[in-house]
């Protein structure tokens, strides 16, 4: 059976699996993979109210990235062999270089470490 949105004020307040004739007489629509408790229907479309916006989610992809970053950050120390440095370097010019990527900041292609 499939699952069906309970709505009320044009948000989900329950999801539920029914029959699809009872799910009719209920006036309870049918519920997209994507879409869960909270998302609002605007009448065509399924909006997640919780998604981040570009701006906040370029921010915490930044964070991630200067996270992978700092973790790398003892491959540069003086005391490194430059073979170290070397085999590290392209990896953390990726990291820095992930917000320029084409899809940033919904699509990104993490670099992999050596």
């Known amino acids: 059976m499939p699952n069906y949105a309970i709505i009320e004020s044009n948000k ?11 799910a009719a007489q ?3 629509l049918p519920l997209p993979e994507n879409a869960g408790i909270g998302f609002v229907f605007d009448g065509a479309n399924w909006v997640n109210p919780n998604k981040p ?9 930044r964070v991630q990235r200067d996270l992978l970053l700092a973790a790398t950050d003892w491959t540069q120390a003086a005391d490194v062999p ?9 990896y953390r010019q990726a990291l820095r270089d992930v917000p320029q990527q084409a899809g940033f900041p919904e699509n990104i292609v993490w670099p992999s470490k050596p």
């Open 26 to 28: 209920q006036g309870w």
């Open 82 to 90: 430059q073979a170290t440095k070397d085999k590290w370097a392209p």
């Open 12 to 22: 989900i307040v329950n999801v539920v699996v029914a029959e699809p004739d009872y």
């Open 53 to 61: 916006s570009p701006e906040e989610l370029a921010a915490a992809i």
